[in-house]
């Protein structure tokens, strides 16, 4: 059974760096698209983006000028960093692995349990 | 960019009964290969989402058949034919095609 951890700190200064960690278990990292997701409290979920095992990835327009996704293949993670936080940023934030039945087309197969960060000072 | 409409934001359907929820994207969801880029999402109380159908109609692993996954073009409806009070949560549609939108989420109570 493959398991998805996320990990970081819960509080983060305005302006500074949001950097959380997704440790995945039960299973290997190569092979799958790796993405982030994440709820802002009482809102609906917003995709960030994702991530292929290689290093190839493909950011939300919205978010793409802040966010960094990144793959450590030997320890299995991978990573997401968001510059210059503000409040807005404040959600909870979930990896997920991309799975698919073809090699063709790829959904959300496997939710983390999502990690809360708030922005603030 | 797409942009993903659900309707309507909450519902509330007796057990047994069907439900419908109704998802809009701003052009047209089908794909070159000739399927529609559609996901349907379901959030269940304090837990993390769940893949409910993926490409417009199909039913994911482990799901019953009470979900149904239907549309064309720019209209996507996913149906429940009977309604049990597990089914609470918040459901999402979710489009694929250019980089990926959720909809604004629809509420279901019991």
């Known amino acids: 059974q493959v398991l998805l951890q996320e990990s970081g700190p819960g509080l983060v200064t305005p302006s500074e760096t949001l950097s959380l960690t997704c440790a995945v278990s039960?299973?290997?990292?190569?092979?799958?698209?790796w993405s982030w997701i994440r709820k802002p409290p009482g809102k609906g979920l917003e995709w960030i983006g994702y991530?292929?095992?290689?290093?190839?990835?493909k950011y939300s327009p919205s978010l793409q000028s802040r966010v960094t996704m990144s793959v450590d293949t030997s320890k299995n993670q991978v990573s997401l960093n968001l510059d210059s936080v503000t409040a807005a940023d404040t959600a909870v934030y979930y990896c997920?692995?991309?799975?698919?039945?073809?090699?063709?087309?790829?959904?959300?197969?496997?939710w983390g349990r999502g990690t809360t960060v708030a922005v603030s000072s | 960019d797409i942009v993903v409409t659900q309707s309507p934001l909450s519902l509330s359907v007796n057990p047994g009964e069907p439900a419908s929820i109704s998802c809009r994207s701003s052009?047209?969801?089908?794909?070159?290969?000739?399927?529609?880029?559609l996901d349907w999402y379901l959030q269940k109380p304090g837990q993390s989402p769940q893949v409910l159908i993926y490409?417009?109609?199909n039913r994911a692993s482990g799901v019953p058949d009470r979900f149904s996954g239907s549309g064309s073009g720019t209209d996507f409806t996913l149906k429940i034919s009977r309604v049990e009070a597990d089914d609470v949560g918040v459901y999402y549609c979710?489009?694929?095609?250019?980089?990926?939108?959720f909809g604004q989420g629809t509420k279901l109570e019991i």
């Open positions: 490409r417009g109609f």
């Open positions: 997920a692995r991309l799975g698919s039945v073809d090699n063709y087309y790829f959904y959300i197969d496997i």
């Open positions: 979710m489009q694929t095609l250019q980089h990926r939108t």
């Open positions: 991530i292929f095992y290689t290093g190839n990835t």
């Open positions: 039960g299973g290997s990292i190569n092979y799958y698209y």
């Open positions: 052009q047209s969801l089908l794909h070159g290969t000739g399927n529609y880029y």
